[in-house]
């Protein structure tokens, strides 16, 4: 078994995660992995890197995919005892001139940002040693989702006691809700990438809550955060950041130091923690 230390990125063929990894590659006194759900786009991604003089190692990651997920677990227990740096980057967004029904876009959203995130964490947050590094890449239109949602339902995703199935259990209701149009009736905002970042955001919160429990003498340091508007696929040209700008806030969080405290269980963007 390896001890040197491991860092993975999810979705990192391109956009951010990509950005992320080449600063990793970097920064981090270890292996990173770029992450990608199609081998062939993520070993392309790798080659390009080496041409830059970086050198990324590949694992195939589909967060829609419970096996996948469990083969990258089962490979970083076997070869490296566990990983101590885990982005969680990995993330869609329909175009907002895009026909698909909204009941459909809400499902296939929150399937892959919100359900598979969390499916990621499920697997490897155990396996995340002492002194590691969770950084949720999520999104400031999850503050705005949130000041859109109806007073209870902005309650609850603020509660300090809220917990993983009660959070399940509420992004479950929101697909469900689009499904039978009464939405908006039952205080939802009318966002499906919105409502999956609320999602990342809360489930960050309780992670770290967690962590704080369970693990508090391991130092582990949780957030989530807010990249910026960055020029990629997902948000287009005119976006202000380049990736690699939009990489600087979650490579920071994934490189806190190991005498620090925090920031843990917190929102940021810019490297500043945003209240919630
Ligand atoms: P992007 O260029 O579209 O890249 C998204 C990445 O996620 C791609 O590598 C994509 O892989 C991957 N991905 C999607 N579904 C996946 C799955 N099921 N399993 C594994 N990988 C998957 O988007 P981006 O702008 O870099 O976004 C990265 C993250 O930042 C997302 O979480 C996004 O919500 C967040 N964010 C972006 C902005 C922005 O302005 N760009 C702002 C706020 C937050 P494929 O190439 O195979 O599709």
Redesign the pocket.
Known sequence: MSNVPVAVV?????????AIVRALCKQFPGDVYL????SG?GQEAVAKLQEEGLHALFHQ?????LQSIRALRDFLKEKYGGLNVLVN?????FKVHDTTPFAVQAEVTLK??FF?TRNVCTELLPLVKPYGRVVN?????SSSALGGCSRELQQKFRSDTITEDELVELMTKFVEDTKKSVHEKEGWPNTA?GVS?IGVTVLSRIQARMLNEKRKGDHILLNAC??????????GPK?T?S?DE?AETPVYLALLPSDADGPHGQFLSNKTVRSW
Do not use: E, Q
Not at 10 to 18: V, Y
Not at 35 to 38: L, P
Not at 226 to 235: E, F, I, L, S, Y
């Open positions: 999810t979705g990192s063929n391109k956009g951010i995660g990509f992450t990608a759900r199609d786009r990651l589909d967060i829609d995919d980057n990995a993330g869609i967004a892959t940002n598979g890449v999520s999104s400031m239109v990438y970042k807010c990249p910026g508007w960055v020029r990629t696929d997902m948000a976006a950041k990736p939009g």
